[in-house]
């Protein structure tokens, strides 16, 4: 399976900017094959960064080890500023990167779906899933998710504190999401929740 005859969004953004074998890549990655599957926005996230990283090592820049990933950050994250992200985009303009080219190639995950399913002919029946597998998915999405609040609500309070716009000294940040059950009334940590596949008093 390779794709190289498909003119949709990812196809052309293959071909342009020559991302040989990630039609493979993306299906492994969204059936799971060998691995943890991963959600179409996973797989749009990875595959724009792919296309920015293929697109700046054209330009002879050797990017460092997770620099795609906070370039790619930069130029598309909502917690980014207008003025952070223009600078981003001056630098790689400076370097040579197409950044206007880059970031129209960008795909959404709609567009990855119609790819796999309508270009590939890749289906993924979620409903066939044992339980357990489908809990586990969707537990580390939530833990995924902590992450990123944990890493935004640092970052910002930093800032903050960095400008003396905020008085604190040396701070941690805990993100835990509990789940009330109405029926009983026990709270549970979410992922204890679905380790053991819901409340007790459901037994």
């Known amino acids: 399976m390779t794709g190289t005859d498909c003119q949709c969004k990812v196809g052309r953004g293959v071909e342009d900017f020559g991302l040989d074998g ?3 890549d993306l299906v492994r990655r969204w059936c799971g ?9 996973e797989l749009a996230t990875y595959f724009n960064r792919r296309l ?9 820049e050797a990017p460092l080890s997770g620099e795609v990933s906070n370039l790619y950050r ?13 600078q981003t985009r001056r630098r790689l303009e400076t370097a040579g990167v197409p ?28 409903e066939a899933d044992d339980p357990e597998s489908r ?21 910002a309070l930093e800032r ?25 009334g026990r709270q549970h940590d979410v992922g204890s929740l679905l380790d053991r596949g819901g409340c007790d008093c459901q037994e």
């Open 22 to 24: 990630i039609h493979d």
């Open 33 to 41: 094959d060998g691995r943890e599957r991963q959600s179409l926005r």
């Open 74 to 86: 930069l130029l598309t994250d909502d917690d980014v500023s207008s003025g952070v992200r223009t």
């Open 99 to 126: 950044v206007e080219a880059v970031e129209s190639a960008f795909v959404s995950h709609q567009t990855v779906h119609t790819h796999l399913t309508e270009c590939l002919g890749v289906s993924r029946e979620t």
């Open 160 to 184: 903050l504190r960095d400008s003396e716009a905020l008085a604190l000294a040396d701070f941690d940040v805990l993100v835990d999401v509990t789940v009330l059950c109405d029926e009983c």
């Open 135 to 155: 809990r586990r998915a969707d537990r580390d999405r939530i833990r995924a998710l902590q992450s990123r609040t944990e890493a935004v609500t640092t970052d």
């Open 52 to 60: 920015l990283g293929s697109a700046v090592e054209s330009a002879d």
